[in-house]
């Protein structure tokens, strides 16, 4: 069993930097890769990163990609998305997970997630 909790979200300027984080209650931390989804009002979930177990490699939604950054510290149970340059279609909840599969972008690979922590990004 996995548990997540994410935290950081808040609201900030169109161009401004934000990181969320993800704490992770778990024995075996580091068999998990680990990924960011979010969901935006009216819109269906999507993926926006992922990171290997031992963080070694990562992979993002193109609408993401070169602003903002998957990262984790398994000594410590945690996952990172640092977000800068921030658009205003980047407001949404975002959601941290946990799964065993690498390099599904598809939530169904995903077996734990977090409640969820909102960003707002005023233009």
């Known amino acids: 069993q996995v548990q997540l909790v994410e935290s950081g979200g808040r609201l900030v300027q169109a161009g401004g930097s934000l990181r969320l984080s993800c704490a992770a209650s778990?024995?075996?931390?580091?068999?998990?890769?680990m990924a960011w989804f979010r969901q935006a009002p009216g819109k269906e979930r999507e993926f926006v990163a992922t990171?290997?177990?031992?963080?070694?490699?990562?992979n993002y939604a193109d609408s993401v990609k070169g602003r903002l950054t998957i990262s984790r510290d398994n000594a410590k149970n945690m996952v990172y998305l640092h977000m800068n340059n921030l658009k205003p279609e980047d407001t949404a909840v975002y959601y941290c997970?946990?799964?065993?599969?690498?390099?599904?972008?598809?939530?169904?690979?995903?077996?734990?997630w977090g409640q969820g922590t909102q960003v707002t990004v005023s233009s």
């Open positions: 997970a946990a799964g065993r599969r690498w390099g599904s972008r598809n939530d169904n690979e995903y077996d734990y």
């Open positions: 778990a024995r075996s931390f580091s068999n998990y890769v």
């Open positions: 990171v290997t177990w031992e963080g070694g490699n990562t």
